[in-house]
Protein backbone atom coordinates (compact mmCIF):
# COMPACT_ATOMS: atom_id res chain seq x y z
CA UNK A 1 0.00 0.00 0.00
CA UNK A 2 2.91 2.88 0.94
CA UNK A 3 4.16 1.83 -2.35
CA UNK A 4 1.25 2.26 -4.29
CA UNK A 5 0.52 5.46 -2.48
CA UNK A 6 4.33 6.88 -3.26
CA UNK A 7 3.70 6.11 -6.88
CA UNK A 8 0.22 8.05 -7.26
CA UNK A 9 1.87 10.89 -5.56
CA UNK A 10 4.60 10.88 -8.11
CA UNK A 11 1.83 10.43 -11.35
CA UNK A 12 0.41 13.39 -9.72
CA UNK A 13 3.47 15.44 -9.22
CA UNK A 14 4.61 14.70 -12.99
CA UNK A 15 0.98 15.88 -13.93
CA UNK A 16 1.30 19.29 -11.75
CA UNK A 17 4.62 19.37 -13.39
CA UNK A 18 3.54 19.57 -17.24
CA UNK A 19 0.07 21.70 -16.19
CA UNK A 20 2.23 25.09 -16.90
CA UNK A 21 5.08 26.39 -19.40
CA UNK A 22 5.91 28.87 -17.21
CA UNK A 23 9.56 28.16 -16.13
CA UNK A 24 9.32 30.14 -12.56
CA UNK A 25 5.65 28.00 -11.89
CA UNK A 26 7.20 24.65 -13.07
CA UNK A 27 10.52 25.50 -10.51
CA UNK A 28 8.14 26.54 -7.68
CA UNK A 29 5.73 23.47 -8.33
CA UNK A 30 9.01 21.15 -8.65
CA UNK A 31 10.65 22.10 -5.26
CA UNK A 32 6.53 21.41 -3.65
CA UNK A 33 5.98 18.19 -4.76
CA UNK A 34 9.55 16.26 -4.13
CA UNK A 35 8.05 16.62 -0.50
CA UNK A 36 4.62 14.74 -1.64
CA UNK A 37 6.81 12.11 -3.56
CA UNK A 38 9.54 11.60 -0.92
CA UNK A 39 8.42 11.06 2.77
CA UNK A 40 10.31 12.83 5.86
CA UNK A 41 12.30 15.27 3.82
CA UNK A 42 12.72 18.34 5.75
CA UNK A 43 13.92 20.52 3.18
CA UNK A 44 14.75 20.24 -0.37
CA UNK A 45 16.86 22.87 -2.94
CA UNK A 46 17.12 22.92 -6.64
CA UNK A 47 20.29 23.53 -8.27
CA UNK A 48 21.01 24.89 -11.86
CA UNK A 49 23.71 24.50 -14.32
CA UNK A 50 24.78 27.44 -15.98
CA UNK A 51 27.50 27.09 -18.72
CA UNK A 52 28.63 30.47 -19.32
CA UNK A 53 29.79 30.30 -15.85
CA UNK A 54 29.93 26.66 -15.08
CA UNK A 55 28.68 26.92 -12.21
CA UNK A 56 25.09 25.29 -10.23
CA UNK A 57 23.29 28.04 -8.41
CA UNK A 58 20.37 27.20 -6.10
CA UNK A 59 16.81 28.02 -8.03
CA UNK A 60 14.40 27.21 -5.57
CA UNK A 61 14.02 25.92 -2.32
CA UNK A 62 12.03 24.59 0.82
CA UNK A 63 13.62 24.39 4.26
CA UNK A 64 15.95 27.28 3.17
CA UNK A 65 15.63 31.32 3.31
CA UNK A 66 16.13 31.84 -0.89
CA UNK A 67 16.99 35.65 0.18
CA UNK A 68 20.30 33.67 1.44
CA UNK A 69 20.04 30.08 -0.65
CA UNK A 70 20.16 31.66 -3.91
CA UNK A 71 24.07 33.61 -3.52
CA UNK A 72 25.11 29.75 -3.37
CA UNK A 73 27.49 28.61 -6.23
CA UNK A 74 29.07 25.21 -6.92
CA UNK A 75 31.34 24.70 -9.04
CA UNK A 76 30.91 20.67 -10.59
CA UNK A 77 32.39 18.21 -8.21
CA UNK A 78 32.17 21.47 -4.84
CA UNK A 79 29.96 20.00 -2.19
CA UNK A 80 27.06 16.64 -2.35
CA UNK A 81 25.16 18.45 -5.23
CA UNK A 82 28.57 19.35 -7.08
CA UNK A 83 29.31 15.57 -7.04
CA UNK A 84 26.37 14.75 -7.84
CA UNK A 85 26.79 16.74 -11.08
CA UNK A 86 30.12 15.35 -11.94
CA UNK A 87 28.64 11.76 -11.66
CA UNK A 88 25.44 12.40 -13.40
CA UNK A 89 24.46 9.72 -11.08
CA UNK A 90 22.38 9.75 -8.54
CA UNK A 91 23.72 9.20 -4.39
CA UNK A 92 22.29 8.62 -0.66
CA UNK A 93 24.35 9.77 2.07
CA UNK A 94 23.08 7.78 4.82
CA UNK A 95 24.36 9.57 7.92
CA UNK A 96 25.75 12.71 9.24
CA UNK A 97 29.04 11.91 8.81
CA UNK A 98 28.95 11.00 5.04
CA UNK A 99 27.01 14.37 4.64
CA UNK A 100 29.84 16.52 6.35
CA UNK A 101 32.38 14.90 4.05
CA UNK A 102 29.82 15.66 0.90
CA UNK A 103 30.05 18.86 2.11
CA UNK A 104 34.01 19.30 2.89
CA UNK A 105 34.51 21.03 -0.09
CA UNK A 106 32.39 23.64 -0.52
CA UNK A 107 32.99 27.35 -0.86
CA UNK A 108 33.80 29.37 2.49
CA UNK A 109 30.94 31.86 1.14
CA UNK A 110 28.81 29.32 -0.17
CA UNK A 111 28.69 27.55 3.29
CA UNK A 112 28.00 30.70 5.04
CA UNK A 113 24.91 31.35 2.84
CA UNK A 114 24.04 27.77 3.65
CA UNK A 115 23.89 28.22 7.26
CA UNK A 116 22.26 31.54 7.01
CA UNK A 117 19.34 30.21 4.87
CA UNK A 118 19.12 26.88 7.06
CA UNK A 119 18.90 29.45 10.30
CA UNK A 120 22.24 27.73 11.46
CA UNK A 121 25.34 25.79 10.87
CA UNK A 122 24.00 21.83 10.69
CA UNK A 123 24.86 19.22 8.25
CA UNK A 124 22.24 16.72 6.98
CA UNK A 125 21.11 13.71 8.92
CA UNK A 126 21.30 12.06 5.46
CA UNK A 127 20.26 13.58 2.16
CA UNK A 128 19.85 12.27 -1.66
CA UNK A 129 20.97 13.95 -4.52
CA UNK A 130 19.71 12.92 -8.41
CA UNK A 131 20.69 14.66 -11.42
CA UNK A 132 18.51 16.41 -13.83
CA UNK A 133 19.33 15.11 -17.09
CA UNK A 134 18.18 16.02 -20.80
CA UNK A 135 19.71 14.91 -23.75
CA UNK A 136 22.23 13.03 -21.69
CA UNK A 137 23.48 16.68 -20.51
CA UNK A 138 23.07 17.25 -17.09
CA UNK A 139 21.01 20.55 -16.45
CA UNK A 140 20.75 20.80 -12.84
CA UNK A 141 20.90 18.74 -9.22
CA UNK A 142 17.73 17.89 -6.74
CA UNK A 143 18.96 17.55 -3.38
CA UNK A 144 16.66 16.34 -0.50
CA UNK A 145 17.79 16.73 3.00
CA UNK A 146 16.30 15.12 6.30
CA UNK A 147 17.73 16.52 9.45
CA UNK A 148 16.25 14.29 11.84
CA UNK A 149 17.95 11.14 13.78
CA UNK A 150 15.67 8.40 13.53
CA UNK A 151 15.16 9.21 9.63
CA UNK A 152 17.17 7.60 6.92
CA UNK A 153 16.85 7.64 3.17
CA UNK A 154 16.83 4.58 1.44
CA UNK A 155 17.32 2.55 -2.33
CA UNK A 156 13.15 3.18 -3.11
CA UNK A 157 13.66 6.93 -2.08
CA UNK A 158 16.71 7.45 -4.65
CA UNK A 159 14.74 5.30 -7.22
CA UNK A 160 11.87 7.09 -7.00
CA UNK A 161 13.44 10.27 -6.74
CA UNK A 162 15.40 9.79 -9.80
CA UNK A 163 12.09 8.73 -11.53
CA UNK A 164 10.62 12.28 -10.72
CA UNK A 165 13.89 13.99 -11.51
CA UNK A 166 13.81 12.42 -15.08
CA UNK A 167 10.14 13.89 -15.60
CA UNK A 168 11.30 17.05 -13.97
CA UNK A 169 14.30 17.31 -16.22
CA UNK A 170 11.57 17.45 -19.29
CA UNK A 171 8.98 19.98 -17.43
CA UNK A 172 12.58 22.24 -16.57
CA UNK A 173 13.21 21.83 -20.67
CA UNK A 174 10.25 22.90 -21.85
CA UNK A 175 9.31 25.40 -19.67
CA UNK A 176 12.97 26.89 -20.05
CA UNK A 177 12.51 27.11 -23.64
CA UNK A 178 8.93 28.31 -23.49
CA UNK A 179 9.98 30.82 -21.01
CA UNK A 180 13.21 31.78 -22.99
CA UNK A 181 11.22 32.37 -25.90
CA UNK A 182 8.53 34.23 -24.29
CA UNK A 183 11.46 36.52 -22.29
CA UNK A 184 12.69 37.32 -25.27
CA UNK A 185 10.19 38.01 -27.32
CA UNK A 186 8.68 40.70 -24.71
CA UNK A 187 12.02 42.19 -24.45
CA UNK A 188 12.84 42.43 -27.96
CA UNK A 189 9.42 43.94 -28.36
CA UNK A 190 9.57 46.81 -26.20
CA UNK A 191 12.54 47.94 -26.96
CA UNK A 192 11.92 47.85 -30.77
CA UNK A 193 8.96 49.71 -29.78
CA UNK A 194 10.68 52.46 -27.80
CA UNK A 195 13.09 52.55 -30.91
CA UNK A 196 10.82 52.91 -33.35
CA UNK A 197 9.21 55.73 -31.68
CA UNK A 198 12.50 57.28 -32.36
CA UNK A 199 12.39 57.42 -28.13
CA UNK A 200 15.95 57.56 -28.62
CA UNK A 201 19.25 55.73 -26.97
CA UNK A 202 18.62 56.40 -23.39
CA UNK A 203 14.50 55.61 -23.62
CA UNK A 204 15.58 51.98 -24.45
CA UNK A 205 18.68 52.05 -21.55
CA UNK A 206 15.35 52.91 -19.21
CA UNK A 207 13.01 50.39 -20.60
CA UNK A 208 15.32 47.69 -20.35
CA UNK A 209 16.81 48.31 -16.66
CA UNK A 210 12.33 48.29 -16.38
CA UNK A 211 12.41 45.13 -17.96
CA UNK A 212 14.90 43.14 -16.19
CA UNK A 213 14.70 45.66 -13.16
CA UNK A 214 18.12 46.49 -12.62
CA UNK A 215 21.25 49.34 -13.08
CA UNK A 216 21.44 49.67 -17.19
CA UNK A 217 24.07 51.39 -18.55
CA UNK A 218 25.44 51.87 -22.25
CA UNK A 219 29.09 53.17 -23.06
CA UNK A 220 30.47 54.03 -26.08
CA UNK A 221 33.49 52.34 -27.50
CA UNK A 222 35.85 54.82 -26.09
CA UNK A 223 34.37 54.36 -22.24
CA UNK A 224 32.45 57.58 -21.78
CA UNK A 225 28.75 56.90 -20.95
CA UNK A 226 26.02 57.68 -23.37
CA UNK A 227 23.24 56.84 -21.24
CA UNK A 228 21.99 55.81 -18.01
CA UNK A 229 18.69 54.46 -16.84
CA UNK A 230 18.12 56.10 -13.72
CA UNK A 231 19.88 59.09 -11.34
CA UNK A 232 20.89 56.57 -8.90
CA UNK A 233 22.86 54.90 -12.09
CA UNK A 234 25.04 57.69 -12.56
CA UNK A 235 27.05 57.88 -9.87
CA UNK A 236 27.70 54.17 -10.34
CA UNK A 237 28.81 54.49 -13.78
CA UNK A 238 31.57 57.33 -13.05
CA UNK A 239 33.07 55.10 -9.79
CA UNK A 240 33.31 51.78 -12.22
CA UNK A 241 34.79 53.49 -14.65
CA UNK A 242 37.41 55.71 -12.04
CA UNK A 243 38.37 51.84 -10.28
CA UNK A 244 37.89 49.47 -13.10
CA UNK A 245 38.43 51.31 -16.56
CA UNK A 246 40.91 48.48 -18.13
CA UNK A 247 38.16 45.98 -17.00
CA UNK A 248 35.92 47.98 -19.56
CA UNK A 249 38.19 48.03 -22.27
CA UNK A 250 39.16 44.20 -21.74
CA UNK A 251 35.34 43.17 -21.86
CA UNK A 252 34.51 45.77 -24.89
CA UNK A 253 37.01 43.40 -26.97
CA UNK A 254 35.19 40.32 -26.38
CA UNK A 255 32.81 38.73 -28.80
CA UNK A 256 30.17 37.99 -25.78
CA UNK A 257 29.18 38.45 -22.34
CA UNK A 258 31.31 38.78 -19.45
CA UNK A 259 31.08 38.74 -15.79
CA UNK A 260 32.44 39.67 -12.27
CA UNK A 261 32.01 40.50 -9.05
CA UNK A 262 33.45 43.94 -8.27
CA UNK A 263 32.90 46.71 -5.26
CA UNK A 264 31.69 50.11 -6.18
CA UNK A 265 31.15 52.59 -3.12
CA UNK A 266 32.31 49.74 -1.08
CA UNK A 267 29.21 47.52 -1.60
CA UNK A 268 29.28 44.36 -3.30
CA UNK A 269 27.92 44.35 -6.85
CA UNK A 270 27.47 41.33 -9.81
CA UNK A 271 28.00 43.46 -13.21
CA UNK A 272 27.84 41.82 -16.35
CA UNK A 273 29.36 43.24 -20.06
CA UNK A 274 27.51 42.91 -23.34
CA UNK A 275 29.44 44.44 -26.00
CA UNK A 276 27.38 46.24 -28.57
CA UNK A 277 29.14 45.38 -32.81
CA UNK A 278 28.39 45.45 -35.90
CA UNK A 279 29.30 43.40 -38.84
CA UNK A 280 32.29 46.21 -38.95
CA UNK A 281 33.25 47.66 -35.55
CA UNK A 282 32.70 47.76 -31.84
CA UNK A 283 30.16 50.24 -31.19
CA UNK A 284 30.19 50.26 -27.30
CA UNK A 285 29.73 48.25 -24.25
CA UNK A 286 25.87 47.53 -22.77
CA UNK A 287 26.59 47.52 -18.84
CA UNK A 288 24.32 45.57 -16.12
CA UNK A 289 24.74 46.39 -12.68
CA UNK A 290 22.67 44.14 -9.91
CA UNK A 291 23.58 44.66 -6.51
CA UNK A 292 24.14 42.48 -3.39
CA UNK A 293 26.15 40.23 -5.32
CA UNK A 294 23.21 38.98 -7.12
CA UNK A 295 23.32 37.12 -10.58
CA UNK A 296 21.22 37.99 -13.61
CA UNK A 297 18.76 35.48 -14.56
CA UNK A 298 20.16 33.15 -17.52
CA UNK A 299 16.55 33.77 -19.28
CA UNK A 300 17.31 37.72 -18.79
CA UNK A 301 20.92 36.77 -20.46
CA UNK A 302 20.10 35.22 -23.54
CA UNK A 303 17.39 38.08 -24.21
CA UNK A 304 19.38 40.85 -23.27
CA UNK A 305 22.02 39.09 -25.90
CA UNK A 306 19.75 38.91 -28.41
CA UNK A 307 18.48 42.62 -28.19
CA UNK A 308 22.01 43.91 -29.12
CA UNK A 309 21.53 45.15 -32.15
CA UNK A 310 18.29 47.43 -31.28
CA UNK A 311 21.50 49.38 -29.14
CA UNK A 312 23.99 48.95 -32.03
CA UNK A 313 21.19 50.25 -34.31
CA UNK A 314 20.10 53.29 -32.10
CA UNK A 315 23.85 54.05 -31.67
CA UNK A 316 24.55 54.24 -34.91
CA UNK A 317 21.54 55.80 -35.78
CA UNK A 318 22.70 58.69 -33.70
CA UNK A 319 25.81 59.16 -34.83
CA UNK A 320 24.97 58.94 -38.26
CA UNK A 321 22.16 61.86 -37.86
CA UNK A 322 25.00 63.66 -36.60
CA UNK A 323 27.52 62.80 -39.62
CA UNK A 324 24.81 64.24 -41.71
CA UNK A 325 23.75 67.27 -39.72
CA UNK A 326 27.89 67.98 -40.15
CA UNK A 327 28.47 66.88 -43.59
CA UNK A 328 25.63 69.24 -44.89
CA UNK A 329 27.29 72.23 -42.91
CA UNK A 330 30.98 71.35 -44.70
CA UNK A 331 29.79 72.77 -48.38
CA UNK A 332 28.77 75.95 -46.28
CA UNK A 333 32.19 76.42 -44.49
CA UNK A 334 34.22 75.24 -47.21
CA UNK A 335 32.21 78.47 -49.24
CA UNK A 336 32.88 80.25 -45.93
CA UNK A 337 36.78 79.50 -46.21
CA UNK A 338 37.59 79.26 -49.73
CA UNK A 339 35.07 82.02 -51.36
CA UNK A 340 33.91 85.90 -50.57
CA UNK A 341 30.70 86.03 -48.01
CA UNK A 342 27.89 86.61 -50.28
CA UNK A 343 24.10 86.33 -50.81
CA UNK A 344 24.04 82.47 -51.37
CA UNK A 345 26.14 81.77 -48.35
CA UNK A 346 23.30 83.65 -46.08
CA UNK A 347 20.85 81.91 -47.22
CA UNK A 348 22.63 78.55 -47.32
CA UNK A 349 23.46 79.17 -43.86
CA UNK A 350 19.84 80.28 -43.00
CA UNK A 351 18.41 77.02 -44.15
CA UNK A 352 20.50 75.39 -41.32
CA UNK A 353 19.00 77.85 -38.63
CA UNK A 354 22.45 79.42 -38.69
CA UNK A 355 21.74 82.89 -38.68
CA UNK A 356 24.58 86.16 -37.87
CA UNK A 357 23.70 87.88 -34.69
CA UNK A 358 25.51 90.60 -32.70
CA UNK A 359 26.42 88.15 -29.70
CA UNK A 360 28.19 85.68 -31.99
CA UNK A 361 32.05 85.53 -32.75
CA UNK A 362 33.64 83.06 -35.21
CA UNK A 363 36.86 81.53 -34.95
CA UNK A 364 38.65 78.49 -37.18
CA UNK A 365 40.49 75.59 -35.52
CA UNK A 366 41.79 73.10 -38.66
CA UNK A 367 43.08 69.58 -37.09
CA UNK A 368 45.44 67.33 -39.45
CA UNK A 369 46.23 63.61 -39.60
CA UNK A 370 49.56 63.32 -39.32
CA UNK A 371 50.24 59.62 -40.32
CA UNK A 372 50.79 59.62 -43.91
CA UNK A 373 52.70 56.08 -43.98
CA UNK A 374 49.69 54.26 -42.83
CA UNK A 375 47.69 52.05 -45.83
CA UNK A 376 44.90 53.99 -47.02
CA UNK A 377 42.23 51.42 -45.67
CA UNK A 378 43.89 51.81 -42.12
CA UNK A 379 43.43 55.49 -42.29
CA UNK A 380 40.47 55.40 -43.98
CA UNK A 381 38.81 53.28 -41.36
CA UNK A 382 40.85 55.13 -38.45
CA UNK A 383 39.34 58.73 -39.58
CA UNK A 384 36.43 57.25 -39.58
CA UNK A 385 36.63 56.50 -36.04
CA UNK A 386 38.24 59.90 -35.45
CA UNK A 387 35.07 61.72 -37.07
CA UNK A 388 32.74 59.95 -34.86
CA UNK A 389 34.92 61.62 -31.62
CA UNK A 390 34.56 64.63 -33.21
CA UNK A 391 30.80 64.67 -34.13
CA UNK A 392 30.24 63.97 -30.56
CA UNK A 393 32.36 66.12 -28.37
CA UNK A 394 31.14 68.96 -30.61
CA UNK A 395 27.21 68.04 -30.89
CA UNK A 396 27.71 68.55 -27.00
CA UNK A 397 28.72 72.72 -27.13
CA UNK A 398 26.11 75.13 -26.66
CA UNK A 399 26.72 76.48 -29.85
CA UNK A 400 26.35 75.23 -33.77
CA UNK A 401 29.39 74.04 -35.32
CA UNK A 402 30.32 73.88 -38.93
CA UNK A 403 32.62 70.99 -40.05
CA UNK A 404 34.60 70.72 -43.51
CA UNK A 405 36.87 67.83 -43.76
CA UNK A 406 38.60 66.89 -46.70
CA UNK A 407 41.70 64.31 -46.66
CA UNK A 408 44.01 64.73 -43.71
CA UNK A 409 42.51 67.97 -42.96
CA UNK A 410 39.28 68.44 -40.67
CA UNK A 411 38.07 72.02 -40.62
CA UNK A 412 35.97 73.10 -37.78
CA UNK A 413 34.14 76.92 -37.15
CA UNK A 414 32.89 77.42 -33.79
CA UNK A 415 30.24 80.34 -32.36
CA UNK A 416 31.42 81.42 -29.55
CA UNK A 417 29.64 84.30 -27.40
CA UNK A 418 31.29 87.65 -28.38
CA UNK A 419 30.72 88.48 -24.11
CA UNK A 420 34.22 86.07 -23.89
CA UNK A 421 37.26 87.18 -24.47
CA UNK A 422 40.18 85.70 -27.24
CA UNK A 423 42.26 84.01 -24.44
CA UNK A 424 38.73 82.35 -22.79
CA UNK A 425 37.92 81.28 -26.09
CA UNK A 426 41.56 80.04 -26.76
CA UNK A 427 41.66 77.75 -23.18
CA UNK A 428 38.42 76.40 -24.04
CA UNK A 429 38.92 75.46 -27.64
CA UNK A 430 42.47 73.64 -26.12
CA UNK A 431 40.62 71.91 -23.31
CA UNK A 432 38.40 70.98 -26.41
CA UNK A 433 41.38 69.49 -28.77
CA UNK A 434 43.36 68.37 -26.13
CA UNK A 435 40.76 65.70 -25.22
CA UNK A 436 40.30 64.58 -28.59
CA UNK A 437 43.83 64.34 -29.84
CA UNK A 438 44.79 62.28 -26.46
CA UNK A 439 41.73 59.77 -27.51
CA UNK A 440 42.53 60.30 -30.92
CA UNK A 441 46.31 58.79 -30.00
CA UNK A 442 45.44 56.25 -27.25
CA UNK A 443 42.58 54.60 -29.09
CA UNK A 444 43.53 55.01 -32.31
CA UNK A 445 46.91 55.62 -32.74
CA UNK A 446 46.91 58.64 -34.82
CA UNK A 447 48.85 61.39 -34.69
CA UNK A 448 47.05 65.16 -34.73
CA UNK A 449 48.07 68.66 -35.26
CA UNK A 450 45.20 71.36 -34.23
CA UNK A 451 45.59 74.98 -35.01
CA UNK A 452 43.16 77.64 -33.81
CA UNK A 453 42.92 81.11 -36.14
CA UNK A 454 41.96 84.47 -34.83
CA UNK A 455 38.63 85.04 -33.29
CA UNK A 456 36.39 87.06 -35.84
CA UNK A 457 32.88 89.00 -35.77
CA UNK A 458 31.58 88.84 -39.19
CA UNK A 459 30.78 85.72 -41.42
CA UNK A 460 32.96 87.43 -44.18
CA UNK A 461 35.82 87.19 -42.15
CA UNK A 462 35.66 83.73 -41.33
CA UNK A 463 38.33 83.01 -44.39
CA UNK A 464 40.70 84.90 -42.12
CA UNK A 465 40.89 82.89 -39.37
CA UNK A 466 41.24 80.26 -41.38
CA UNK A 467 44.41 81.42 -42.91
CA UNK A 468 45.85 82.08 -39.71
CA UNK A 469 44.78 78.29 -38.65
CA UNK A 470 46.16 76.38 -41.55
CA UNK A 471 49.47 78.95 -41.19
CA UNK A 472 49.80 77.27 -37.42
CA UNK A 473 49.48 73.70 -38.28
CA UNK A 474 51.99 74.05 -41.18
CA UNK A 475 54.37 75.78 -38.79
CA UNK A 476 53.49 72.89 -36.28
CA UNK A 477 54.60 70.44 -39.15
CA UNK A 478 57.52 72.07 -40.07
CA UNK A 479 59.53 73.63 -36.82
CA UNK A 480 57.47 73.70 -34.13
CA UNK A 481 58.57 70.40 -31.87
CA UNK A 482 57.15 68.72 -29.31
CA UNK A 483 53.65 69.92 -29.64
CA UNK A 484 50.53 69.57 -31.33
CA UNK A 485 48.44 72.44 -30.50
CA UNK A 486 49.05 76.26 -31.89
CA UNK A 487 47.18 79.73 -31.49
CA UNK A 488 47.98 82.32 -34.64
CA UNK A 489 48.80 84.55 -31.19
CA UNK A 490 51.40 81.49 -30.41
CA UNK A 491 52.64 81.84 -33.66
CA UNK A 492 53.14 85.09 -33.39
CA UNK A 493 56.28 86.92 -36.22
CA UNK A 494 57.04 83.11 -37.24
CA UNK A 495 53.41 83.26 -39.22
CA UNK A 496 55.60 85.53 -41.54
CA UNK A 497 58.53 83.20 -42.23
CA UNK A 498 55.83 80.59 -43.88
CA UNK A 499 55.57 82.31 -47.23
CA UNK A 500 59.33 82.44 -47.54
CA UNK A 501 61.70 79.86 -48.75
CA UNK A 502 63.26 77.96 -45.85
CA UNK A 503 66.89 78.05 -47.86
CA UNK A 504 66.42 81.62 -48.05
CA UNK A 505 65.47 82.21 -44.34
CA UNK A 506 68.66 80.07 -43.46
CA UNK A 507 70.85 82.23 -45.48
CA UNK A 508 69.64 85.60 -43.76
CA UNK A 509 70.25 83.94 -40.42
CA UNK A 510 73.77 83.20 -41.12
CA UNK A 511 75.02 86.72 -42.56
CA UNK A 512 73.58 88.53 -39.34
CA UNK A 513 74.53 86.10 -36.99
CA UNK A 514 76.93 83.37 -38.60
CA UNK A 515 80.35 84.65 -37.05
CA UNK A 516 78.76 84.10 -33.69
CA UNK A 517 77.53 80.88 -34.67
CA UNK A 518 81.30 80.05 -36.22
CA UNK A 519 83.12 81.44 -33.21
CA UNK A 520 81.15 79.42 -30.24
CA UNK A 521 81.78 75.89 -32.61
CA UNK A 522 85.79 76.70 -32.53
CA UNK A 523 86.05 78.08 -29.11
CA UNK A 524 83.02 76.11 -27.42
CA UNK A 525 81.61 79.64 -26.03
CA UNK A 526 77.66 80.44 -25.46
CA UNK A 527 77.91 83.76 -26.99
CA UNK A 528 75.10 83.14 -29.31
CA UNK A 529 72.34 82.05 -25.76
CA UNK A 530 73.77 84.96 -24.24
CA UNK A 531 72.98 87.33 -26.96
CA UNK A 532 69.50 85.97 -27.35
CA UNK A 533 68.70 86.62 -23.08
CA UNK A 534 70.48 89.86 -23.55
CA UNK A 535 68.11 91.06 -25.78
CA UNK A 536 65.16 89.19 -24.80
CA UNK A 537 65.45 90.77 -21.16
CA UNK A 538 65.80 94.16 -22.62
CA UNK A 539 69.54 94.70 -22.40
CA UNK A 540 69.63 94.32 -18.95
CA UNK A 541 73.04 92.86 -17.85
CA UNK A 542 71.82 92.03 -14.36
CA UNK A 543 68.63 90.12 -15.35
CA UNK A 544 70.37 88.33 -18.36
CA UNK A 545 73.28 86.89 -15.23
CA UNK A 546 70.43 85.84 -13.30
CA UNK A 547 68.54 83.64 -16.38
CA UNK A 548 72.08 82.48 -18.32
CA UNK A 549 73.42 81.49 -13.60
CA UNK A 550 76.29 83.45 -14.60
CA UNK A 551 78.21 86.43 -12.96
CA UNK A 552 77.78 89.49 -14.11
CA UNK A 553 81.56 89.89 -15.08
CA UNK A 554 81.04 87.36 -17.44
CA UNK A 555 77.89 88.56 -19.30
CA UNK A 556 80.13 91.77 -19.52
CA UNK A 557 82.82 89.82 -21.11
CA UNK A 558 80.46 87.82 -23.45
CA UNK A 559 79.08 90.73 -24.68
CA UNK A 560 82.43 92.61 -25.57
CA UNK A 561 83.32 89.59 -27.56
CA UNK A 562 79.98 89.89 -29.14
CA UNK A 563 80.62 93.49 -30.51
CA UNK A 564 84.35 92.62 -31.40
CA UNK A 565 82.59 89.91 -33.56
CA UNK A 566 80.20 91.89 -34.68
CA UNK A 567 82.38 95.13 -35.10
CA UNK A 568 80.32 97.19 -33.20
CA UNK A 569 80.41 99.78 -30.42
CA UNK A 570 76.75 99.22 -28.72
CA UNK A 571 73.14 97.15 -30.18
CA UNK A 572 71.53 100.25 -31.43
CA UNK A 573 67.52 99.85 -32.49
CA UNK A 574 68.48 98.98 -35.98
CA UNK A 575 70.98 96.61 -35.32
CA UNK A 576 69.31 95.16 -32.15
CA UNK A 577 65.88 94.26 -34.51
CA UNK A 578 68.16 92.30 -36.91
CA UNK A 579 70.16 90.58 -34.34
CA UNK A 580 66.28 90.12 -32.74
CA UNK A 581 64.83 88.57 -36.19
CA UNK A 582 67.77 86.50 -37.01
CA UNK A 583 67.61 84.79 -33.57
CA UNK A 584 63.86 84.23 -34.06
CA UNK A 585 64.41 82.86 -37.91
CA UNK A 586 66.94 80.12 -36.03
CA UNK A 587 64.25 79.23 -33.66
CA UNK A 588 62.26 79.33 -36.54
CA UNK A 589 64.03 76.67 -38.30
CA UNK A 590 64.63 74.81 -35.11
CA UNK A 591 68.39 75.40 -35.08
CA UNK A 592 70.21 75.43 -31.73
CA UNK A 593 70.34 78.66 -30.37
Known amino acids: MESEKRLMSLIHSVRVLNSTR ?30 QSDMLYAKSAIGFDMEFMKHARLRPGEGMSGRTYLLKKGNIFYSGEDTAYGMSNIPEETETYYAKALGKMEYPKSAICVPLISNDECIGV ?54 LSKGGLSDITRSLASLIDNHVLVF ?4 ESLAVSSQ ?47 EKMTLGLLTIIIEDFSELDPLDKIAIEQAIPIFAMEIDRQERLLAEDFNNSGSILEQLIHAPYDELSSNHLAKLNFP ?3 SHNYVIVQLFIKNPLLAFEKISSKKQQLMRIIYREVSNLPYKTLVYDKNMEITLMFTVSSSLGEEQVFQRLEKLFSQIIKTSSEKL ?26 RCVQYLQTAYKGESLLTYKQLGPYRLFLKFDRKELKEYAEAIL ?22 ESNQNMEKSSKQLFVHVNTVKYRLKTIYKILRVEELSGREAFELQLGLRILEYLDMKV
Open 22 to 51: DLSEVLHQLIKEVHNVIGGANASVLFLYDK
Open 142 to 195: LTVDIYEEDIQFDEADLQLLETFAGQAAIAIENATLFSQNERTKRIHEELSKVS
Open 220 to 223: NQFM
Open 232 to 278: EAKPLAHDLKDKYGSLLEESLTKSGFSSHRINLFQQGHFIYFFPIKT
Open 356 to 358: EHN
Open 445 to 470: SLANLAGSGQVVKKLKDVHLSYRDAT
Open 514 to 535: GVIINYDHNHDTELLKTLQVYL
